[in-house]
């Protein structure tokens, strides 16, 4: 590392791990207080930064790259996804945007798990239930879901998180269908059935696992029509953004049946969830903490660093994205 350190904005409170090797390696601008940013604030925080290492809470927009300093040389995302940035803008201005993939498909696929789990056993029905004192009788008739083991299960998306939510349905005995933008080989595939289109997968979706990037593509993908193509009384999981949904189209189909029950981890417009969606018993409800937990969370830091380390030292990012 060059003798006068860069200066990193850090726009969250990050572990205390993560902390100590920024202060080690730069001059590092920490937020202790993990202080919400808005657009002005974070324009300010970066006067005189070489880079910033934010989150998928900040956005930037051309407006933010416009305001920003030329210092800033590059964006160290602590995230996978990287929707929140305008790469097309961050090109124009010079600026180079890393992600951390890899390292949270573990508990990004954990919490796809739950999510399934959750929505197909009621898990929010029932805990609500429990906690309010409201649970007054058992019957067979009581509380009835749908089970999980044996079921096919579709997964839009098949990169590292859709392996691995795959790789974990398999305990279930799911039969894993999948859409991505290409086949895997046959060794990633391990038997999973490959659909070229999403309308030829979601006929044959007992559970829809969703696990694409935002792109104009993706964008509200799973929309009216498409939801009319699931089975009757399918279950959705949605772990990866929920701009990936049309909000309306998703809710008509939770209250006509289409959908028993999803489980939803990533909303349009966090952390201001549609209180439609909120309002109804069969979702089950997690605030965006897919790839929270200790290790993760450190993974996710260390590899944020590792690309500004590169950076620095005048190599390629190893997770460039723009
Ligand atoms: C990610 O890494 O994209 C998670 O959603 C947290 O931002």
Redesign the pocket.
């Known amino acids: 590392m060059a003798d006068s350190k860069p200066t990193v904005l850090v726009t969250r409170r990050l572990p205390d791990a993560v902390h100590a090797r920024l202060e080690r390696d730069y001059d590092a601008r920490l937020n202790p207080e993990d202080r919400l940013y808005d657009k002005d604030a974070l324009i300010a925080a970066a006067q005189g930064a070489d880079a910033i290492l934010p989150?998928?809470t900040e956005h930037f927009t051309e407006d933010v790259f416009a305001g920003l300093p030329d210092s800033v040389k590059i964006i160290a995302n602590?995230?996978?996804?990287?929707d929140h940035v305008d790469v097309k803008a961050a090109a124009k201005h010079g600026v180079v945007v890393t992600?951390?993939p890899e390292v949270?498909s573990d508990a990004?696929a954990e919490t796809t798990i739950l999510l399934m789990l959750g929505a197909a056993r009621r898990a929010s029905e029932g805990e609500r239930l429990v906690r309010s004192g409201g649970w007054k009788d058992w019957s067979p008739a009581f509380m009835v879901g749908v089970a999980v083991t044996g079921k096919r299960l579709g997964i839009l998306g098949m990169g590292r998180v859709g392996q691995a939510v795959a790789d974990l349905a398999r305990a279930f005995r799911m039969e894993i269908h999948y859409h991505n933008r290409s086949r895997l080989s046959p060794d990633k595939e391990k038997g999973a059935v490959f659909h070229e289109t999403l309308e030829d997968m979601l006929p044959h979706c007992d559970f829809l696992s969703l696990h694409c990037n935002v792109t104009e593509e993706t964008r509200g993908i799973m929309d009216a029509k498409r939801f009319a193509l699931l089975p009757d009384g399918a279950v959705l999981a949605n772990a990866a953004?929920g701009a990936v949904i049309d909000d309306d189209a998703l809710i008509d189909a939770l209250k006509s049946g289409k959908l028993f029950a999803a489980g939803i981890d990533?909303y349009n417009n966090e952390p201001n969830v549609d209180p439609r969606i909120a309002a109804l018993d069969n979702t089950f409800l997690l605030p965006?903490i897919?790839?929270a937990n200790r290790e993760t969370r450190d993974a996710?830091g260390f590899r944020a660093l590792d690309n500004l380390d590169a950076f620095f030292a005048g190599r390629e990012p190893g997770d460039r994205v723009a």
């Not at 602590?78 to 990287?82: D, E, I, K, P, T």
């Open positions: 989150c998928h602590f995230s996978v996804g990287y992600n951390t949270l990004t953004r990533a965006h897919g790839s996710m």
